[in-house]
């Protein structure tokens, strides 16, 4: 399977990208270093013996996602990409919205354009806010405490009405 990894150069996507490779899968990863670093994509490589496909762009960046879909057909994707850290959230909420929910939103609209309708999303605990007892189980209500929450359960709420609306979606939360 060929697989587009957005934010594949960060601690959790370049986890994921070298167990994709080891397992035989072909990745696109597509990241603008904005939590991560460049050497980290020698270390994929270096870890996994094999080369990927490598896109620096952000996924907000419509022109750049239709290239990457353009140039590399995939049969689905895992996405990482955005921002992430709570009390930043906190003191840059625009930020946070326009990163995320933006950059989720143009994924979708380009993997439906190309005909990829499988996606894996890295949500949060977040979503589940404060109220709910730990362990937090799949049917609790979400009920977010700040941007960076609020962003994972629209994005989450996002895909579940993509799929409602087209049963050809696949969308598996984490």
């Known amino acids: 399977m060929k697989i587009l990894v957005t934010g594949g150069a960060g601690y959790i996507g370049s986890h994921t990208c070298v167990e994709l490779l080891a397992a035989g899968h072909d990745l696109v990863i597509v990241d603008n270093f904005s939590n991560s670093k460049p050497e980290a994509l020698e270390a994929i490589r270096t870890i996994a013996g094999r080369d990927f496909a490598f896109i620096q762009a952000d996924v907000r960046d419509r022109t750049a996602m239709e290239d990457a879909f353009s140039a590399h057909p995939v049969d ?10 709570v009390g930043e959230s906190v ?7 326009d990163n995320n929910l933006i950059g989720s939103l143009v994924l979708m609209e380009t993997m439906a354009a190309h005909g990829v309708k499988r996606m894996v999303f890295s949500s949060s605990a977040t979503v589940y806010g404060m109220h709910n007892p730990v362990p937090f189980r799949e049917e609790y209500p979400t009920s977010a405490t700040n941007p960076y929450g609020y962003t994972k359960v629209m994005i989450e709420q996002m895909l579940l009405d993509a799929a409602k609306a087209d049963p050809a979606w696949s969308v598996v939360l984490l």
Do not use: S
């Not at 689905?76 to 850290?85: C, N, T």
């Not at 003191?91 to 919205?97: D, G, M, V």
């Open 76 to 85: 689905a994707v895992i996405h990482f990409a955005g921002l992430k850290a």
């Open 91 to 97: 003191e840059k909420p625009l930020e946070y919205y």
